[in-house]
């Protein structure tokens, strides 16, 4: 079954950087435009960045543009989030999806999979 697989969370003080990963079994991520996405508790899943897939337009929200830097690594067929300067307000679990992409950002069309946990704290 083709699933999304993230990775690379952990604990960071703030003004630490951390590097997620997103993998997928069963196929390449190399075909799609991906996007990462949040969710803090008890709030809603909110898009942070995306990339495309032939001509890799990035896209980031406002609140961790000039801090993260999405990329490929086609070779592994990953996308990784390059995560930077961060804040406690960065807490949340991270999830990756299959996306598309508009000026206004991106839009998940695939099922979640578990996301990692990035927490920043003291």
């Known amino acids: 079954q083709a699933r999304l697989v993230e990775s690379g969370g952990g604990l960071v003080q703030p003004g630490g950087s951390l590097r997620l990963s997103c993998a997928a079994s069963a196929f390449r991520l190399n075909y799609y435009a991906i996007g990462w996405f949040r969710q803090a508790p008890g709030k809603e899943r909110e898009w942070v960045s995306c990339i495309g897939n032939s001509d890799e337009t990035t896209r980031y929200a406002d609140s961790v543009k000039g801090r993260f830097t999405i990329s490929r690594d086609r070779g592994a067929s990953t996308v990784n989030l390059h995560m930077d300067s961060l804040k406690p307000e960065d807490t949340a679990r991270y999830y990756c999806?299959?996306?598309?992409?508009?000026?206004?950002?991106?839009?998940?069309?695939?099922?979640w999979g578990q996301g990692t946990q990035v927490t920043v704290s003291l």
């Open positions: 999806n299959t996306v598309t992409i508009s000026a206004g950002g991106c839009e998940p069309f695939a099922s």
